[in-house]
């Protein structure tokens, strides 16, 4: 300590304490190198630059601890938080879409049918997919390592979940066709709780809704027929390319499964 106050010059080799470099610890043969022995102060800027950039390193790295807690579900509402990582952030394009009219009809509306089951289920069937560590290790939650397959991790694009959840609360209004739904669980434990998947799903949607807020503007337009103003929802909307997220989810299809009764060392 001593040493490296006289290195910053803040203690003068004069001072009660110092001791004189003797002969062995001179340098030999370079002039320049024993000039500076003899004035130990000459470090003082470089050891200051060395501490400014390793301060430097520990706010850096502080501060993307904090940023990546602040973004954790445990921390709350983060104003002007910055958007999480996704391995699909730089693939999925945005475009401008009309939402249909209210009065409008597609394969997903009216009485349910075959054709209509298999149009809801193909919205969510990409299901489960993997992807590389080096994705898995900028996740802000961590995720479970593929067993047989370590270098490769189970994810799922939340949009998928919610959609299982609409077509699920679909089908629980449709008893008639669907039966009654089977969906209260008990979760064994000693706290142990029943899970109703139909409650979990609608709030699961209102939280989805919430979160990404559509803020397009819907209108009031006069119709000259009806001699009234009507509300329209047939309005531009900045959208999420669906297509790029299906060939993502596709490309990325986890084709070998997740044994859930295994566990593997993974990265956090």
């Not at 610890?25 to 130990?40: A, L």
């Not at 009485?111 to 560590?133: C, K, M, Q, R």
């Not at 998928?160 to 449709?174: E, P, V």
């Not at 119709?223 to 900045?238: F, I, N």
Request: some cysteine; aromatic content about 10%.
């Amino acid at each position: 300590m001593e040493r490296l106050l006289i290195y910053l010059g803040l203690v003068n080799r004069a001072d009660e304490g110092y001791r004189k470099f003797n002969e062995a610890d001179q340098y030999t043969g370079d002039s320049s190198r024993e000039e500076f022995v003899k004035d130990p102060r000459t470090m003082a800027p470089w050891i200051m630059f060395l501490l400014f950039a390793l301060n430097m390193v520990f706010f850096l790295f502080n501060y993307s601890q904090l940023q990546a807690l602040s973004s954790c579900g445990t921390a709350g509402n983060v104003i002007g938080a910055a958007t999480l990582y996704s391995p699909v952030n730089n693939v999925v394009r945005n475009e401008v879409r009309v939402f249909s009219h209210a009065l409008s009809r597609s394969k997903f509306h009216g009485p349910p049918t075959n054709e209509t089951d298999e149009a809801w289920e193909a919205l969510y069937e990409g299901g489960i997919s993997s992807i590389h560590v080096s994705q898995a290790v900028l996740l802000p939650n961590w995720t479970e390592a593929i067993p047989g397959n370590e270098s490769y991790y189970a994810v799922a694009l939340d949009v998928f979940h919610q959609l299982h959840c609409l077509n699920l609360i679909r089908k629980a209004l449709l008893p008639e066709r669907y039966g009654p739904p089977d969906n209260v669980i008990t979760v064994p434990g000693e706290n142990s709780v029943q899970f109703d998947h139909v409650d979990h799903c609608i709030n699961s949607v209102r939280e989805s809704l919430m979160c990404n807020a559509d803020v397009a503007v819907n209108v009031w337009q006069w119709d000259d027929k009806k001699k009234r103003t009507k509300p329209r929802v047939d309005v531009l909307h900045t959208c999420k390319n669906w297509g790029d997220i299906l060939d993502w989810a596709t490309e990325h299809t986890m084709i070998s499964g997740l044994d859930t009764s295994l566990h593997v060392d993974h990265v956090h």
